[in-house]
Structure formats: C-alpha cells, structure tokens
C-alpha cells in the first residue's frame, strides 16, 4: 500500500516528459520548415507590376448664374475745376531761315554748225618772180597767215614763216591781195576767218 502512490507519481511525470518532448519535436519541425520556406521564398526573383487606375478628371463645375440686373451706380459729382490763369507766352523772333530751292540749270545750247573757208591755188593769181631774186638766184617757201572777209576777200595777211629773202616774202603778200576765196560760215551766215597758204618760190634751170 505504501508504494502505491509512488509508482503513480512516477507514471505520471514519464508522461508529461514524452508529452514535453513530442511538442518540442514538432515544434523544432515546424521552425525548421517554416525558415526554409521563407528562405526559398525569398530566394527566387520576383517582378512587381503596380498597376493603378486613372484617376477621372473632376465633373465641370457648373456656370455660376448670371447676375441680376442691378441699377447703374450713380454718377460721380462733377466737381467745378479751378481756374488758373497763366502768363502769356513769349515768342522771341528768331533769325529767318530761307530755303534755297534748286533751280534747274537752262539747257545747253546748242552747238554752232561752223564751215572753214575754202582756200585754194586756183583762186589766186600766181605771184611773180622778183628780177633781181632770179639774178640773184634767191629761191625759198614763204608761208602766209591772212584774214579772209565775208565776201571771199584777204582783207589782212602777214607772213608767218619766211623764205629768207625779203623780196621773195613781199611778192607773195602782194599776190596775196589778188585772191578771192570762198568765205567761212556758221549755221549758213558768211563769217570771217584765218587760213593759211604758202608759196615756193624755185628757178628752173
């Protein structure tokens, strides 16, 4: 009777050491699948896609309503402006400015149609040979400068290159006095005007 209660006891704490070591086997098991679950999660890659929904644009609001016909507002007083009387302006007189217009120059006139005088031998009588320049044998050209007139006529004549001898040079002037020429002209009126003509005086042998 004695052992009795004793061999209970120890039936009883056999029991609850099973019990206690049944929950920490399945409690061991549990953690170490549960890390290796997690861990194999977490391992494989993974894509996010974060989609999200548009949001709709806020209704229009609505027209505020028109306004009520209200009265004009009165207008402003019209307060009188004072009157300021101001000294009369002095204008001093400056010097004149006077605008030269341009003036347009006259035309150009017109050139004059101007015709020599026509000289030839065959208007003169032929000079002759002085006497004493043939004895002498004096032979030379005089060169003659003159004036013919409106009617043709030597009317001045000087000798502007010499023969070398002054009888020579005198019998051409006098021949000179014999010719009639055809006179010079501008826009058709007769007009005086120089020539020149020479003589050669030569003996024949």
């Given at each position: 009777?004695?052992?009795?209660?004793?061999?209970?006891?120890?039936?009883?704490?056999?029991?609850?050491?099973?019990?206690?070591?049944?929950?920490?086997?399945?409690?061991?098991?549990?953690?170490?699948?549960?890390?290796?679950?997690?861990?194999?999660?977490?391992?494989?890659?993974?894509?996010?896609?974060?989609?999200?929904?548009?949001?709709?644009?806020?209704?229009?609001?609505?027209?505020?309503?028109?306004?009520?016909?209200?009265?004009?507002?009165?207008?402003?007083?019209?307060?009188?402006?004072?009157?300021?009387?101001?000294?009369?302006?002095?204008?001093?007189?400056?010097?004149?400015?006077?605008?030269?217009?341009?003036?347009?120059?006259?035309?150009?006139?017109?050139?004059?149609?101007?015709?020599?005088?026509?000289?030839?031998?065959?208007?003169?009588?032929?000079?002759?040979?002085?006497?004493?320049?043939?004895?002498?044998?004096?032979?030379?050209t005089v060169v003659l400068n003159f004036l013919i007139d409106v009617d043709g006529r030597v009317v001045q004549g000087k000798v502007e290159g010499t023969s070398g001898f002054e009888?020579?040079?005198?019998?051409?002037?006098?021949?000179?006095?014999?010719?009639?020429?055809?006179?010079?002209?501008?826009?058709?009126?007769?007009?005086?005007?120089?020539?020149?003509?020479?003589?050669?005086?030569?003996?024949?042998?």
């Amino acid at each position: 009777m004695y052992f009795q209660p004793q061999k209970n006891a120890s039936r009883r704490m056999t029991s609850i050491g099973l019990v206690v070591l049944l929950h920490i086997g399945i409690g061991y098991a549990l953690l170490t699948g549960l890390h290796r679950a997690v861990v194999d999660v977490i391992r494989d890659p993974f894509d996010v896609n974060i989609i999200e929904d548009a949001k709709k644009p806020p209704p229009d609001k609505p027209p505020p309503p028109p306004p009520k016909n209200l009265p004009p507002p009165p207008p402003p007083p019209q307060v009188p402006m004072p009157e300021v009387a101001l000294p009369a302006a002095t204008v001093s007189s400056g010097p004149t400015i006077t605008v030269a217009t341009k003036q347009e120059a006259p035309p150009p006139p017109v050139a004059s149609v101007r015709v020599p005088p026509v000289v030839s031998a065959s208007s003169c009588t032929k000079p002759e040979y002085p006497a004493a320049s043939k004895r002498l044998e004096e032979e030379g050209t005089v060169v003659l400068n003159f004036l013919i007139d409106v009617d043709g006529r030597v009317v001045q004549g000087k000798v502007e290159g010499t023969s070398g001898f002054e009888r020579l040079d005198k019998a051409a002037l006098d021949a000179l006095g014999r010719c009639q020429f055809k006179p010079g002209s501008v826009d058709g009126r007769p007009e005086q005007a120089w020539a020149k003509m020479k003589y050669t005086f030569k003996l024949q042998n």
